[in-house]
Nanobody, 123 residues
Framework: QVQLQESGPGLVKPSQTLSLTCSVS??????????WSWVRQPPGKGLEWIGY???????YYSPSLESRTSISRDTSKNHFTLQLSSVTPEDTAVYYC???????????????WGQGTQVTVSS
């Protein structure tokens, strides 16, 4: 059973960088064949896929967010991280980490989910 848990600041100021960590237990991010993803849900809106890092270390991002997004990993801690730069209030959302079964970005084939963490962008 894969367990995921998000952590990071709940409040970020505009123009700063949003940084979150996903702690993974029950499987290895380097050997389990998943596309380790970040997904967000703004208030009153649907889920939006942000990007993933594969078990190989390759990463891929949503075209709409690619210029501001970086997903990396710390294999010694079995963590993967999200950095979203130049944030605005439009980035306010609940942020989730999740496993994804395929690299096809239009497929919503998510499996295990963290419980989510609220991030508010405000002065």
């Amino acid at each position: 059973q894969v367990q995921l848990q998000e952590s990071g600041p709940g409040l970020v100021k505009p123009s700063q960088t949003l940084s979150l960590t996903c702690s993974v237990s029950g499987d290895s991010i380097t050997t389990a064949h998943y596309y380790w993803s970040w997904v967000r849900q703004p208030p009153g809106k649907g889920l939006e896929w942000i990007g993933y890092i594969a078990h190989s270390g390759s990463s891929y991002y949503s075209p709409s967010l690619e210029s501001r997004t970086s997903i990396s990993r710390d294999t010694s801690k079995n963590h993967f991280t999200l950095q979203l730069s130049s944030v605005t209030p439009e980035d306010t959302a609940v942020y989730y980490c999740a496993t994804k079964a395929s690299p096809i970005i239009t497929y919503g084939d998510f499996g295990s989910w963290g419980q989510g963490t609220q991030v508010t962008v405000s002065s």
